[in-house]
């Protein structure tokens, strides 16, 4: 069976500085793994995603995650955090019926 | 132009009424999704039509009962509402059916509250 772990509920950070938030992932096959963000009241668009290419996989706005089988993670990284990064972020595993699923979110608070 | 489109945004209605959220793609896919979003923004997937057929229904309540009259479109019907179906669904797409490697739109949600 497929599930994801997001490891902080709530990640604060100040603008200007690194952002990491945490995903270990459990597949039973080679995974299928997308970080989704969700705006206040927005709906969820897609950040990345990795499906067996490369292992450090760019996104949008700056984001990139990478994927580390021997230590079942996906890291989502961000080398300076913008206020308009304060959102919630998914971890999201994909399993061979199309079906997603998600981790419980990270809330990322950017402190002026 | 909206990828994905969800009327209406908002919806509020006493317990026991009958209420339908509708969704529309344009973006020539074939599978579209149900998605309940809780209080606690917990994700869960409901149900999956790939060119109208049903193809994952999860242990939903048969109050709740999707329809899709033509593959741009996934409705969702929902009968004799209680206050525990108070959440925020989404409506997503996506290219191919099964495919785990497939990215998924997203519409903007609709907020249902039962009072």
């Not at chain 1, 994801?4 to 604060?12: G, I, N, Y």
């Not at chain 1, 993670?73 to 399993?95: I, N, W």
């Not at chain 2, 409901?46 to 009962?65: A, D």
Request: hydrophobic residues 30%.
């Amino acid at each position: 069976a497929q599930s994801v772990t997001q490891l902080d509920s709530h990640v604060s950070v100040s603008e200007g500085t690194p952002v990491l938030l945490r995903c270990n992932y459990s597949s039973s096959y080679s995974p299928s793994l997308f970080w989704y963000v969700q705006h206040p009241n927005k709906g969820l668009q897609l950040l990345l995603k990795y499906t067996s290419a490369a292992t450090l996989v760019k996104g949008i706005n700056g984001f990139e995650a990478e994927f580390k089988k021997s230590e079942t993670s996906f890291h989502l990284t961000k080398p300076s955090a913008h206020m308009s990064d304060a959102a919630e972020y998914f971890c999201v595993v994909g399993t061979q019926g199309g079906k997603l699923i998600f981790g419980q979110g990270t809330e990322l608070s950017v402190k002026p | 132009d909206t990828a994905v489109s969800q009327t209406p945004k908002y919806l509020v209605t006493q317990m026991g009424n009958d209420k339908s959220i509708k969704c529309e793609q344009n973006l020539g896919h074939d599978t579209m999704y149900w998605y309940k979003q809780d209080s606690k923004k917990f994700l869960k997937i409901m149900f999956s039509y790939n060119n109208k057929e049903l193809i994952i229904n999860e242990t939903v309540p048969n109050r709740f009962s999707p329809k899709s009259p033509d593959k741009a479109h996934l409705n969702l019907h929902i009968n004799s509402l209680e206050l525990g179906d108070s959440a925020v669904y989404f409506c997503a797409s996506s290219h191919q059916a099964g495919g785990r490697t497939d990215t998924q739109y997203f519409g903007p949600g609709t907020r249902l509250t039962v009072l």
